[in-house]
């Protein structure tokens, strides 16, 4: 049988969040036109979500660009939209190189009601981001001392704590708690239950781009909203949820005069999609969930292996609004310091009663003359996922009592709440990805690898995988599902081009 032109294949992308809009608009832009977007819900954008407190834009998903600076096609997608202010687009902002780690100005707070003093925190801070620096270097020397970062830092803090540190026991237990306050602030960063969970070995093959972290001033949606704009009306179907996806199928598909489709797309209402090729960018978290039944037939034994030994776990934010600051004017990051937590542990004992100690950072979100006085308070991890089932008045009650306890102020009272639940979205289970311990740069090859696997005589490339947790240096980032879109949208690009080259740019 003569190949269909490019221009007659039928594409399929699973989920409209970023990775699925940038293989639709890679697609589109090379000349494919029977492309569609088919999604789960009434909205698009997926983990770029951007919601409101009260008069203020917050951001439920995604907050900053990582790393803003020209190698990042977020941000030169959102230059050449202008959805950037001038400060985030100049050649200084641009050229700060931070390695993934931006030197937020703190301010320290302990369980006993006391402010903490900064002399007494900076040594043990720098200590610290020393060792989470460290901890990075073992994916370029292949070595790996401990199976996890968290057991790695767990041993190089007892190994290294300077000894003149353990003369003045008060100070010295004030930094170790410190110590266990930026552990779980780190669970945050990875996504994580708990750092034990992270490979150590891969840990550094998340890659930093330069660039001082920036934020959209009028929301990080606006970005998804914008390449859409540029698509054909229509391009994307709401409230399809793929139930399963059909592929090396012999029988004819449905839609089709008498053409024959190797893969049929069905969906939760019963309605049934042909295509050609199907890219899914679904996030881990739901390919996990569903692993058994969203693939028929199903994953090979070793795609399958990695999705479920890769990780994929929860951080949520809990936005708080107050009538004024009890923090100080430059500060930007407010740690909670539990003095009684002198022993490294990033998992809180009794998750229903203590859940809250998880909840050790909050940054203050800036400009104070945009949002007023508003905190994001970060929580990761099994307490994440358990205060996702708590009330709104609940959560207000509890974070209440915390920054009672924290400031010593007993008449502080946060005027406005509201919190993400990514655990429990049916169409994310959780929040982003890390390399778990026990896998390497092998398991993402193995998520984004297509089906049918190489060597097969089926028709090729029928099922391709996008979406953040494919990348193997940018997981867990905006940049990253976008690069993955397009890279799946580029597989079929090359398929479709003659090998002597130059015919399907020209499409
Ligand atoms: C709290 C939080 C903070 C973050 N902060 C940052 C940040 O500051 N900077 C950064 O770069 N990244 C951040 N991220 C990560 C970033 O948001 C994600 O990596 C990125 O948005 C993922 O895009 P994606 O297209 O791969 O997946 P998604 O955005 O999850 O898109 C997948 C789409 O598929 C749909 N879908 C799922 N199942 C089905 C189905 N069965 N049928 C049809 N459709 C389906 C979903 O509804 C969704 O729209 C954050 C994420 C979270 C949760
Ligand atoms: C695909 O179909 C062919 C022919 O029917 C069959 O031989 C092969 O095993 C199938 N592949 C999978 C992964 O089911
Ligand atoms: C598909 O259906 C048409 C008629 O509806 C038939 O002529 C054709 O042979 C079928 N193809 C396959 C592969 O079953």
């Known amino acids: 049988m003569a190949l269909r032109s490019t221009r007659d294949s039928q594409i399929l992308v699973i989920g409209c969040g970023i990775a699925g809009i940038g293989a639709a608009q890679k697609l589109i832009k090379h000349g494919f036109n029977n492309v569609h977007i088919l999604e789960a819900t009434a909205r698009s954008g997926g983990r770029v979500r951007t ?100 057991e790695f830092l767990k041993a190089e803090v ?183 937590e002198t022993h490294l542990d990033d998992v809180v004992a009794d998750i229903k009663t203590s859940w809250i100690r998880k909840m050790t950072g909050f940054t203050v979100l800036k400009p104070t003359e945009r949002y007023g006085h508003v905190l994001c308070g970060w929580i990761a991890g099994r307490e994440s996922e358990y205060m996702e089932t708590l009330s709104e008045d609940e959560v207000l009650h509890t974070v209440t009592q915390l920054l009672l306890k924290f400031t010593g102020n007993p008449t502080l009272r946060p005027r406005k709440l509201l919190r993400s639940q990514w655990f429990h979205d049916p169409y994310s289970c959780g929040s982003y990805s890390y390399v778990a311990k026990g896998c390497s740069g092998r398991d993402i090859e193995n998520l984004a690898e297509p089906l049918p696997l190489k060597g097969s005589d089926s028709k090729p490339l029928q099922v391709l995988f996008a979406g953040e947790a494919t990348h193997n240096s940018y997981f867990s980032t905006v940049h990253g599902a976008l690069l993955s879109g397009w890279r799946e949208a580029e597989r079929l690009v090359a398929h479709y081009t003659p090998a002597s080259g130059s015919v399907s740019s020209k499409l």
């Not at 592929?247 to 839609?255: H, L, Q, V």
């Open 51 to 150: 919601g409101r407190l009260g008069d203020n834009i917050v951001e439920i998903g995604a907050n900053w660009i990582h790393g803003p600076s020209k190698e990042n096609p977020v941000f030169s997608l959102a230059c050449n939209h202008q959805l950037l202010d001038e400060e985030s687009m100049s050649e200084e902002n641009q050229a700060v190189d931070i390695g993934g780690h931006p030197m937020f100005i703190p301010n320290w707070f302990s369980s006993s009601g006391r402010k903490l003093a900064p002399e007494t925190m900076a040594p043990a801070l720098e200590f610290y981001m020393n060792l989470l620096e460290r901890s990075q270097e073992f994916y370029s020397t292949g070595e790996e001392p401990f199976p996890s970062v968290g």
């Open 158 to 340: 007892k190994r290294l704590t300077p000894e003149e540190w353990k003369e003045d026991r008060e100070s010295f237990d004030l930094r170790m708690a410190m110590a266990n306050t930026l552990l779980k602030l780190e669970c945050c960063v990875s996504g994580t239950h708990t750092m034990d969970d992270v490979s150590l070995g891969a840990f550094g093959m998340y890659k930093t781009l330069p660039g001082l972290d920036c934020t959209f001033p009028r929301g990080y949606e606006g970005l998804t909203d914008s390449m859409l704009k540029e698509l054909p009306k229509d391009i994307v179907l709401y409230d399809k949820q793929v139930k399963c996806v059909h592929w090396n199928y012999s029988k004819n598909g449905t839609n089709t005069e008498g053409t024959s489709f190797p893969v049929v797309i069905e969906c939760s209402n019963g309605e049934t999609f042909a295509a050609d090729h199907v890219i899914i960018t679904v996030s881990l978290g739901y390919l996990k969930k569903h692993q058994s039944t969203f693939l028929s037939p199903s994953f090979p034994p070793h795609k399958l292996h990695s999705i479920q030994r890769m990780g994929f776990g929860t951080n949520n934010k809990i936005f708080l609004e107050f009538e004024k600051p009890f923090w100080d004017e430059d500060c930007e990051l407010i740690y909670l310091v539990w003095e009684d």
